[in-house]
């Protein structure tokens, strides 16, 4: 970039340094807050599916020790008892960025015959949603992970540029500047020497 070689212009530039530098230590906090996050809500997943795993074999046990008729036919399936009406949402700020918090997971009612299912049926149930509220949670955080990843990438951007562009750039262009000057400044010295020579000669 082309820079004006002025006293102006150097402190323009000095200027622009120190705005860089003081906003460089931001940026890298909020890179290194956001990587925690992610990592944190990455871990979460991995035990919150694990949780399930384990809610899942302990039900298909429970099922197969004290259930009589447990093999239903696929259009009575336990599992169609239990349907999704919608997972709400409140809304979480972390480092600036406005994230989805789980809140809760509502189910619509699906009525069914009472004496085609055994009496078990409704600690099924209960079972079947508290191992769906897995699959909720998951879908927040992967929600939450994508959003502050968009984020991570815009500010390591912001970093890369501040660290290998900006900073680099603005103390070369301030270096010339101020090799420029004082050139300038030693060939007026020069130019004053060999001008008062020329005077004492002529006196």
Known sequence: MAVKLTKNEQKKQKDALKQYQRYLPT??????QLQIVIREAENKIVKLK??????VDALSLWIAVYGDNAAF????????????DRIEKE???I??????????LLFKRVEYDLEYYPLWVDKALDA?????KYDALVATLEEEIELLSKELRTTTQRVNLFEKVKIPETKENIRVIGIY???????????????????????
């Open 27 to 32: 940026l890298q906090l909020k890179k290194q």
């Open 128 to 132: 079947l949603k508290d191992i769906a």
């Open 73 to 84: 036919p696929e259009d009575k399936s336990i599992s169609n008892l239990v349907v999704i």
């Open 95 to 104: 480092a600036g960025v406005e994230v989805p918090v789980f809140k809760e």
């Open 181 to 203: 000057l004082q050139d300038q400044q030693t060939s007026a010295v020069v130019r004053g020497k060999i001008a008062k020579k020329k005077l004492v000669k002529v006196s």
């Open 91 to 93: 809304k979480g700020n």
């Open 50 to 55: 694990e949780e399930q795993k384990k809610a």
